[in-house]
């Protein structure tokens, strides 16, 4: 966490100095001095890196250079609109996938599977931008089903505010979780197929069915509960990719979210923004992480700490 | 008295991209009730797929392609794939080769062995984790109701094949076949199970098919035996008969490579070249281009022949000097 503060912080500094874009080109040297003072720019680096290292310490991410407040709130208010996304594109890779997957793991050679990974080639390949254009053109301008752009009514929960909690917003999430989903799809899908693939040619698949226990049952606990380890590890590192890069996505459907924020911020040159948005997803991979890993223990035993029992 | 099990000229063939595998090409032999039948090869011989085709768990590329397998008159190869599930693991049981990967990684003990019971009786759950718990002490497993509780890693090798017998044993079967179930085992974990085994056996009347390439396994354990070379059985009959004198060259010489006390100082004997591939089997007997005794003649198909009565070799040149001395 530290190191890549430090990485971060002076990789924004050196990208640009914003003081040229935020400073008006008519403002004259006092003014300009008064404003690199007032932001802490004319500061050597250590200094100012010190100085933000105490502040975050105290849950001070620094103020926003241009929306004037700060950046651990800007980015807080935008967090919802992203989660939700990235959440609900995440549950549906997870919810189409695995059963495609699966039946394509367990009848490799029907029409069916072939279909499916014929079409998981096309979620790999077809760039997002596009996916998102056709789904605008298709589903929101010629069948005017689905609305386009914006989060749509929102409701309040845990203080925030959501989109998924109404049908209006249901609605205008819809196309953008679709959109990010399909390369998740995909990936779920081949993922589940070649474990599934790998686990039937195990003895302990054949010795359950030599037991004489029914197909359903040989499928859906001998082998499902061995290909999930995998599928979890992607799955849950999928979803912090997505927070964190749904920038395309968020751009092509306007969709209010943390990844026009960055891109907004980028442009501009709000290092506080930037360094506060990058420390919060190095801390939700983390958390991301610890969670899979204990996921883990509960999957598969073998992983679990000796000396329990 | 009436055979447990007859398997008649079985064919299992695997349809690869290279051609027909004839893996088991022709397999008969009989297995009497409560009787322990050898079934001797090396590897690639047919042995497994034999006991994979008996208990119908062959799996494509491969078929059960001819030939019938009656356990107690009824033939297994015409049975739909939901009859032959309710007589796996419940009338004939299969023990495998490797422990170490029978057993789920993933699941408790008690599930996998729960799971079997409930496959084919109607029984509460309590009284099946009961069920489980006698066949794990009946197979010698210390505190059954502890190791239970516990997943696979947690047990070593020759107790997990202790647990994958005793799962075996849950249903009283009246066939087992167990392929290889000591060969990833050290010797002294092989002795304990073998003898485990066969008290077990003599206790419930159990008939056992022991697949094996160990002939010292089988001189102890089994009654009769069947050797396998390439899909065939080259010889049976009694097993004592067929270890002390042996009619197909191929079982002299299997038998010539084993260590004994009374060729003590001799050099041991080798089979020369090397199993030929199922692909393209020799015409004829397959042994032939190994054979000391191989004759032109021996390039046209031979029969499983009874030489004496109770012993059949596929073989026009078989070793009866030593048999009648």
Redesign the interface.
Known sequence: MLAMSVIVFVGVYAIGDPVEILISPDADQIERERAIQALGLDLPLWQQYGTFLIRALQGDLGRSFVFNEPALQLILQKMPATLELAVGATFMAVLIGLPLGLYAGLKPDSAGSKAIMAGSILGFSLPTFWVGLMLIMVFAVQLGWLPSTGRGETAQFLGLQWSFLTRDGLAHLMMPAINLSLFKISLVIRLTRSGVRETMLMDYVKFARAKGLSPARVTYVHVFKNILIPVVTVVGLELGSTIAFSVVTESVFAWPGMGKLIIDSINVLDRPVIVAYLMIIVMMFIVINLVVDLLYSTLDPRVRLEGKS | MAATLEVRNLQTHFFTRAGVVKAVDGVSFTVGRGKVMGLVGESGSGKTVTGFSI?G?VDAPGRVVGGEILFHGQNLAKLSEEEM??????RI??I???PM????????VD??MI??VL??TKVSKEEARQRCRDALGMVGIPSPDERLK??P??FSGGMRQRV?IA?ALLHRPELIIADEPTTALDVTIQGQILAEVQKLAANTGTSLIWITHDLSVVAGLADDLAVMYAGKVVEDGPVSEVLDKPMHPYTHGLIGSVPSRNRRGEPLRQIPGMTPSLLKLPPGCAFHSRCDRATPECTAPVELLELIPGRHARCIHPHLEEVAA
Not at chain 2, 101 to 108: A, C
């Open positions: 208990i768990l599930r309710q007589l796996r693991g419940n049981a299969m495998f080769q490797d990967m029978t057993l789920n990684p993933v699941l408790r599930t996998q799971e079997t496959a084919h516990s997943y890693h947690q994958a799962i």
